[in-house]
Structures are given as structure tokens and as C-alpha cells.
């Protein structure tokens, strides 16, 4: 089974997602303090820090989890990200035109996003012909 990774653009990517995270926590914490001023506990602030942490982590978590980009091209399956497509289930392949994504058509009429425009040029070249050999389908234009 080949499998291709994403450049370190999209590892960035990730990494402005966790910030834009933490910057949203932030500004709930801003709001907790000021509710935190008129309840002079320190309990409370203790508490509400934890949480906030706790929040900052699981989404952290959450965020390299969905966003784990990843193709995977075997004989008789493909994996694109967390989905399994077995090649006898594709109906059409859709390349790239002008900035958008290629995409597949399975036989249940299900649109599968490919999201490659993360990785290198050779590999998007070698993964949309390695998927329109292994489906042996004329492309769609």
C-alpha cells in the first residue's frame, strides 16, 4: 500500500487552528474574569482555569484528529483520511479544475472530497493516476 503525506504547509495549517483555539479560549477567560471580579472567590478562578485547559486540550485533540489528511492507494481499497473506498465502488472520478479539490463519485451517489491540494505536485500527478488505473473509468472533464 503507498501512502502520501501532506507538505508542512499543512502541518501550519494545524498549528493556526490550535491558535485560533487557544485565542477563543483566551477571550472566554477574559469573559469568565470579569464574572470572576464580582465573585472575589479564588476557587472559582482556579476552576474556571482547569476547565478552560481542559477545553484547550480536547479541542487541540480534536482538531489533529478530523484534520488527519492521509491517502492511502492499495490494490483493491483506497483510505482518504478516515474513509475506506474500495475501487469497485467508485462511479467517476472528478479531477482538479481552477483551485478546487478532486473528487470521486462512489456508486451510492456519495461525494468523496480527495483534499490533495496539500501535497506535493508528483504526488497529486501520481494519485490521480493511480486512482483512473485502478478504476479503469474515463475521467470526467
Known amino acids: 500500500m503507498k501512502h502520501?503525506?501532506?507538505?508542512?504547509?499543512?502541518?501550519?495549517?494545524?498549528?493556526?487552528?490550535?491558535?485560533?483555539?487557544?485565542?477563543?479560549?483566551?477571550i472566554f477567560s477574559i469573559f469568565f474574569d470579569i464574572v470572576g471580579y464580582f465573585v472575589k472567590s479564588s476557587l472559582f478562578e482556579k476552576i474556571i482555569a482547569i476547565v478552560l485547559n481542559i477545553v484547550l486540550v480536547i479541542a487541540a485533540y480534536f482538531i489533529i484528529k478530523a484534520n488527519n489528511l492521509k491517502v492511502k492507494i492499495g490494490e483493491d481499497t483506497m483510505i482518504i483520511g478516515h474513509q475506506t473506498v474500495p475501487y469497485d465502488q467508485i462511479e467517476y472520478f472528478f479531477p482538479a479544475k481552477g483551485g478546487s479539490e478532486p473528487y470521486i463519485i462512489t456508486k451510492e451517489g456519495i461525494k468523496i472530497d480527495?483534499?490533495?491540494?496539500?501535497?506535493?505536485?508528483?504526488?497529486?500527478?501520481?494519485?490521480?493516476?493511480?486512482?483512473?488505473?485502478?478504476?479503469?473509468?474515463?475521467?470526467?472533464?
Do not use: H
Open 4 to 26: 502520501y503525506r501532506p507538505t508542512w504547509l499543512y502541518i501550519i495549517k494545524l498549528f493556526g487552528l490550535i491558535v485560533l483555539a487557544a485565542m477563543s479560549i483566551f
Open 114 to 141: 480527495l483534499e490533495i491540494s496539500w501535497f506535493s505536485k508528483k504526488d497529486r500527478i501520481e494519485i490521480k493516476n493511480s486512482i483512473l488505473e485502478k478504476i479503469k473509468l474515463p475521467q470526467k472533464i
